[in-house]
C-alpha cells in the first residue's frame, strides 16, 4: 500500500513539472504564462514560439504522462497505473510547483498515460488527432475529438475495466478544459494554425 501510494504522490509530482515554462525560460528567457493564450501546455509554445519549442515540450509532456502510468502499472497493476497517471493528469492542470495556478489542459499527459496503459488505442487517437488537426487546423477540435475517441477504443480492444473508466474520465476532463475552445469554435472565433506560416507567426 505504501509502494502503491508513492507512486501515485510521484506520479502527481511528476506531471507538475511546467516544462513549458521551463523550456521557454531556459531557451527564450520568458515567461509562456504571459504570450498567447497564458496556457503552459504545448499548443500555447508552439503557437507562440514555433514548433521547435512547442514538439519538444509536447514530448516532455507526454513522458511525463508515460512514465508515472508506466510504473504504476508494472510494480502495481491496472489500478496503480491509472490513478498514478491521472495524478500525473492532475499535476500538470494544478501544478504544486507554480503554486496550484492554471496549468496545461492536459492533452499531451493524458496521451502518455493512455499510451501506457493502452498502446494500440493511444497510437489510433493519436493518428485521429493527427487526421482532425490536418483537416481543419484546429489543436483545440482535434484534442476534443480524440478525448472522445479514447474511451471508445479502448472499448473496441478490450482494455481492462479500469482503463476503460479512465479514458471516459480523462475524455470529459479534457473536454471540461476546453469548453472556452468549444464556445469559440462554435462562433467561429477559434484560432487556426496556418498552413503557409510557422506557428510562431499566428496570430
Known sequence: MLQDLLIVVGGYLVGSIPFGVVVVR??????????????????NVWRSYGRWLGVPVALLDVL???????????????????????????????PIWLGFTKGGKMVATGGGVALALAPIPA??????????????????????????ALP????????????????VVAGL???????????????????????AADPAATP
Open 26 to 43: 531556459l531557451l527564450r528567457g520568458e515567461d509562456i504564462r504571459k504570450q498567447g493564450s497564458g496556457n503552459i501546455g504545448a499548443s
Open 123 to 148: 497510437v489510433l487517437c493519436l493518428l485521429v488527432w493527427i487526421a482532425t488537426f490536418v483537416l481543419f487546423r484546429y489543436a483545440s477540435l482535434a484534442s476534443i475529438v480524440t478525448a472522445c
Open 64 to 94: 511525463k504522462g508515460f512514465i508515472p502510468a508506466y510504473v504504476g502499472l508494472r510494480f502495481g497493476g491496472e489500478w496503480v497505473g491509472v490513478l498514478a497517471g491521472s495524478a500525473a493528469m492532475a499535476g500538470h492542470a494544478r
Open 152 to 167: 471508445i477504443l479502448c472499448v473496441v480492444f478490450g482494455e481492462p475495466g479500469q482503463t476503460v473508466g479512465f479514458g
Open 173 to 195: 476532463a479534457v473536454i471540461l478544459l476546453h469548453r472556452q475552445n468549444i464556445g469559440r469554435l462554435l462562433h467561429g472565433t477559434e484560432s487556426r494554425f496556418s498552413r
